[in-house]
């Protein structure tokens, strides 16, 4: 597990059904990826997990053999250090 979690929100031509299914092979394929969710008439894949961004968009890139556009990325923090954070700043609290 490499890379901080994050969500990405890609475009991809999604033509047909089997499209989408090789899309989601691909990416449950992946380790990295804890979560996904397909789009097929906005032509978008969102995926969430520990993952580089531009590592996933160019295997997937590869392996559907498609142009992939990255439209989103946005960096989070994870369940732990955020309620680690916030159980610091109430325990000073008077």
Same mark, same amino acid.
């Given at each position: 597990m490499e890379?901080?979690?994050?969500?990405?929100?890609?475009?991809?031509?999604?033509?047909?059904?089997?499209?989408?299914?090789?899309?989601?092979?691909?990416?449950?394929?992946m380790?990295?990826?804890?979560?996904?969710?397909?789009?097929?008439?906005?032509?978008?894949?969102?995926?969430?997990?520990?993952?580089?961004?531009?590592?996933? +968009?160019?295997?997937?890139?590869?392996?559907?053999?498609?142009?992939?556009?990255?439209?989103?990325?946005?960096?989070?923090?994870?369940?732990?250090? +955020?309620?680690?954070?916030?159980?610091?700043?109430?325990?000073?609290?008077?």
């Open positions: 890379g901080q979690v994050c969500c990405m929100v890609m475009r991809i031509n999604l033509d047909c059904n089997s499209c989408c299914r090789k899309m989601r092979r691909n990416i449950l394929n380790k990295e990826i804890e979560k996904h969710l397909i789009e097929k008439q906005q032509n978008r894949v969102s995926i969430c997990g520990r993952f580089k961004p531009s590592d996933v +968009a160019i295997k997937l890139r590869k392996k559907m053999n498609r142009r992939v556009e990255i439209l989103e990325i946005e960096e989070l923090t994870t369940h732990y250090e +955020a309620q680690h954070e916030h159980s610091i700043i109430n325990h000073y609290k008077y």
